[in-house]
């Protein structure tokens, strides 16, 4: 097959796209559309550029042997402010208040177009902290963190509350839950992170932050540098919580389960984002 | 900004690549770029004959006032055998065999480009079985349920071991797990799954086929309608399994973990491709 201009942009912009944060040798496209280097290269830099006014992300080019092309794909604050309200309305959309106060969100995690938006905001502001895995904590934080690791393109380590025989050998810590105050475990396989591996770790909800707190000691164990949280919701005013350096995307406040009304705004996301690009 | 045609085929085609299985509006576009339709719909041939042509998949057309483009993500059949043996390369790479024959795949799992890769192979698949919804089991199918969502633009809903409180409601099913012959229990929120949806089930692993034999006991309930199995990975020769329709990865055989040996081979989802191709 011999391809026009017109053509090796739509397959370069697919490959690119469906291969984020993945280095691209600058002959995988020089082989595959049989032309020279120096055509593909001009196909690259409108690619690059329009990527960069149209706010889709940058193209990072790497000289050398074992060079390529690498696209890291970003958000611009209009696009994160959208998707962050689209997924407040979903919070919005129906009686999602459970006994206890807690909030029902399994149908929003289960969702993977919204999931891969946000994976997209949360990629954007730790674009730069080299992360090599993302860690959660079984069930509800695997969808997002297979979302953020796809952006990212590095792996996820999950977190679990039992040990079971597929993990083969496992490290625990106990922690107190900082809502029920219970203590409880969790256990991370031996061979699912390597040792000195920067990580962010990522979950669903944050409370009064036990179980995260329960996963820096775990990372402690494997010598990993937690270099940041991410959550989908936090609750505000919870008191004596363990640490405050966290990104979320929507905060709620004034959970009332009898009337079945709760506050919904905004995390510190979009304020982070901001000050990120200025 | 003032797009040219080059640069308006690179927005299109990541927006497109970025949203498999969803109606982008026509208008989207014209809006977008302040363009005529006439203009966008050349675009959208080019894209469109260009995915075709590459084996990237279909962009389908639909008119009228809810009109616009969709892109249903495609395989071919030499780009799903890399898939397939960059998985089997993996799993051959080092010790897996843990005590009673289990395989560790945590690692493998845990890859978001490789489950990537998976995700498109078995959306292919199934792009003719109109899949509401994919079914998986907590906690190992969660990657690979998320990965064949994100391509189909479906939701998933996760079976659970235990009952937990954010989960709301649920409606539960006993099942006997067949290769420890133990009574054990699968719950999923009610809210999940709204009643007579088609539903795909995924999990990691197919041993006996026990706990897949309940998803089907618990779907009966949600009154869905299973349309088709997928596992990544299938223990061969096991005999008495309780259903044998299915779609695998890959196949293992002969696990004998004193020599820490087994065999590994091809799954039917090659033959299963190239049978819908012809």
């Known amino acids: 097959m011999k391809f026009k201009r017109s053509e090796r942009l739509v397959v370069m912009t697919h490959h690119l796209t469906n291969h984020p944060n993945e280095l691209v040798p600058l002959n995988y496209f020089v082989e595959k559309f049989s032309q020279a280097k120096s055509s593909v290269s001009e196909d690259i830099k409108i690619i690059k550029e329009t990527f960069e006014a149209d706010g889709i992300g940058e193209i990072k080019t790497t000289a050398g042997a074992g060079g390529g092309i690498t696209f890291h794909p970003g958000i611009n604050i209009e696009q994160a402010e959208l998707v962050v309200d689209a997924f407040m309305e979903e919070i919005k ?3 999602r208040l459970l006994p206890g106060g807690y909030m029902y969100m399994s149908d929003i995690i289960g969702n993977p177009s919204l ?3 946000i994976g997209e905001l949360i990629a954007t502001l730790y674009k730069s902290s080299e992360v090599d ?3 959660t904590i079984a069930t509800k934080g695997i969808p997002f963190a297979t979302a953020v690791a796809r952006q990212l393109n590095v792996p996820i380590a999950v977190i679990r509350k039992d040990n079971k025989v597929t993990e083969g050998s496992t490290v625990s810590v106990n922690y107190v839950s900082g809502s029920s105050r219970k203590i409880e475990t969790m256990v991370l396989s031996k061979r699912t992170l390597k040792g000195g591996l920067k990580v962010l770790v990522v979950d669903d ?3 009064a932050g036990g179980s995260i707190t329960g996963v820096f000691n775990l990372m402690e164990e494997f010598q990993a540098e937690v270099v940041g949280v991410s959550v989908l919701v936090e609750a505000k005013q919870v008191e004596n919580r363990r640490f405050n350096d966290y ?3 929507l905060s709620v406040s004034d959970i009332d389960e009898y009337n079945q ?3 919904i705004e905004r995390g510190n996301c979009i304020a982070q ?4 690009k200025s």
């Open 93 to 95: 959309s129906s009686d």
């Open 115 to 117: 999931m891969n938006d």
């Open 133 to 135: 895995a993302i860690v």
């Open 205 to 207: 909800f944050l409370r």
């Open 247 to 249: 990104t979320s995307i």
């Open 261 to 263: 009304s709760f506050n």
């Open 273 to 276: 984002l901001k000050e990120m």
